[in-house]
């Protein structure tokens, strides 16, 4: 009983105090804009209509009540609700007494902004309903209790039996309706089940950038590249294990080859698209080779730090003086000309959306064939303990080199492409920052996985577009986000598995034998 | 008169100012189950080390059928014929079972990664087989119901027989088993003496082992060779080794051997 109360208040308190912490960054109204627009509804002036912020607190309120009945069992109806009303009303007293607080600063005419740039009194006023302060911290008390029992009394019931039950089965209709699905994709007329989902496919990937305008294909495209460059840099990190940091150099050597064969200044060359895409592949790989060759004897966190090394040096080389003749210097290289495909021009950035969706289709078809392959099993061999896969037989040093060279030409691929669509590649487009992102994508998404690496691509480049208004967090919104999933999905958005292989004939035909010596 | 399979002729390991391994000969014949005991630090497992490639020796000879292997890879020893388990189990723990035997036969496969994308006829086939192969090596040591089970979730003992199945697969002429019993209760031991037999009876596989339970050693080994501070002190059949004393003495310390006579006569008058 004791330690239930204690859960509840200190659910209570903590729920509190992120809710003071959020309005002190204007977090509040920000979501309140959000809500506005999503519903429909005019934001006149700089803050959000009343409601919208009801609407937030709630939500915090019901979140906290959640919590505080999260992890319990046997209790009664009654007993969620009393927890999570209880947990509600730790943090909506919180919230009053906060309340109160700002309502004291704008009767008094404090201005604070000095220090919180967020506390202007039109905020202040946003953030009390639009009432006296009194009143607005009384109405802030009131939602959070009453969402903290609501919050409880959601657990409350999913924990009654008949309720529970209820889950179950529908899960379990779930899991048979998924488990019938994938067998219609493995069973007898399985060509005809999988060529209908990829016309499917191929018609939604179609269509898709149709409705889509200018900038959503933009945003579209770039998400698809840094599916490319996560791929990419899955065979390295995910698949054979190699920690490579500067990533993004193989990336700029693809944009830059891009970029001196198809730009009027330096060198005015016109070489075309497709040569200039075919040799930006040829060199990033080159270029990974060469990279392996001195670190096969490194590991780890050497690996890492040469590999970042690397990737600074391309980057400083591609902007030094020296070389300014050649590669453009810091302003880097405008102009770019785009692809040309039968007799037709690049021009729009939907055509651009189709090439990248074709590089990522083709970027994945090499990735999950390879994946489940003797090249793969001798990858994941190394990744898992280097040593041993040696010790099995397995030439470690030229697959690790394979893993670099077959990465870094999904990088070059990627490169090229990018400059060609952006018609600008610069030094300052490759730096650390962008070798980061990609790391960061495929571990949020899932290391060593398709469907993880688009996922993660999407959080990472799609989502803060998507979320414009949170433009100014983004970084904040990344971190929490990276720090929360690292807690809760060690492994990834969508963690890796391991095929499983259809053995039962095997089995069948021989009960228990090893004649494998005698059977070739 | 059996030929000579491994050769190891007057192998040193020095570790810093430690030799691990000191002049140490020994010479296994093909087919036979070959035990290497002593006491803790006596340096078998540097002299498996020196012999599975893992260390370079600094002086002396490894010889595999009159050919010399000092120096090379462990891939290229492994390719040529000379797999290893480990003391402390080294198995690919996020791979299931079947893929764990699966590298084993690396070696075995032509298949490149170009096949692999290509998905090539040639891909296909080898793709079944490795699978065949790989579940046949499974059932021989009673894992086949393992087989997509991660292999770092298997239990202890079938750890080590996962390590034994993974090592089989590449078709060794010589098995080099680190403690394949350590840490087994008596009835997996006994599982586990089986296994050593009818791996030698099916697949005429040369065993060298080494052992701390003196019912395995004494059980299965044609011959024993005992290290103590880097230095083989006995070579012989099991009964020889038995009734060595310098062999008693470096278990049981100087005057061990009167101590160990003295016993038996107590026990068995």
Known sequence: MKQNLRQSLNTGITFGLVHVFLVLIGFNTL??????KLFGTPVSGSQPPAFTLIIYTAIL??????????????????????????SGLTAGVIGFLFSLGLGWFLVNRVDFRQYLAFLSFDFIKATLFNLTPLLGALLTAGIFTAAGAVGGLVNGVRNIRRVKEGFNTIRLAGGRVVYNASALLHG????????????ALAALIILLPLKWGSYWNYVAGTVGLYVI??????????????????????FAI?????ALLNSPIPHNLMWGFWPAVVLGVVLAALAGLLLGLPLMRLRGDYLAIVTLGFGEIIRI?????????????????????????????????????YLIFAAVVLAAFVYSHLENSRTGRAWLAIREDETVARATGVNTTRYKLLALALGAAFAGLAGAIYASRNQFTGPEEHSLMASINVISLIIVGGMGNIPGTILGAFALKGLPEILREFANYRLLTFGALLVVMMLSRPNGLIPSRRPRYKIKDELENNPGSAEGENDQ | MTSEIIAAQEVTKIFGGLTAVNHVSLAVREGEIFSIIGPNGAGKTTLFNCISGFYTPESGEVLFRGVSIRGKGTDTIATIGISRTYQNIRLFANLTALENVMVGMHHQSRETWGDAVLRTPRFRREERDAIREGMKWLAFVGLQNFANNAAGSLPYGEQRKLEIARALASKPAVLLLDEPTAGMNPHETLDMIALIQRMRAEFNVTIILIEHDMHVVMGISDRVAVLDFGEKIAEGMPAEIQANERVIEAYLGRGGAALAQKYREAKCP
């Open chain 1, 31 to 36: 979501i309140g804009t959000l809500f506005a």
């Open chain 1, 61 to 86: 309120g019901i979140w906290a009540g959640l919590a505080a009945t999260k992890k319990a069992q046997n209790r009664t109806l009654p007993g969620f609700l009393a927890a999570g009303t209880l």
């Open chain 1, 188 to 199: 007898r007329h399985r060509l005809f089940v999988r060529i209908g989902l990829l016309t």
């Open chain 1, 229 to 250: 460059l996560g791929l990419g840099l899955n065979i390295i990190v995910g698949l054979s294990g190699q920690l490579v940091l500067g990533y993004i150099a193989f």
């Open chain 1, 254 to 258: 693809g944009a830059y080859t891009m």
């Open chain 1, 317 to 353: 080389l591609l902007k030094s003086d020296v070389l300014t003749d050649f590669t453009g210097g810091p302003r880097g290289i405008q102009n770019i000309n785009g692809p040309v495909l039968f007799g037709k021009a690049f021009n729009s950035d939907i055509h651009f959306t």
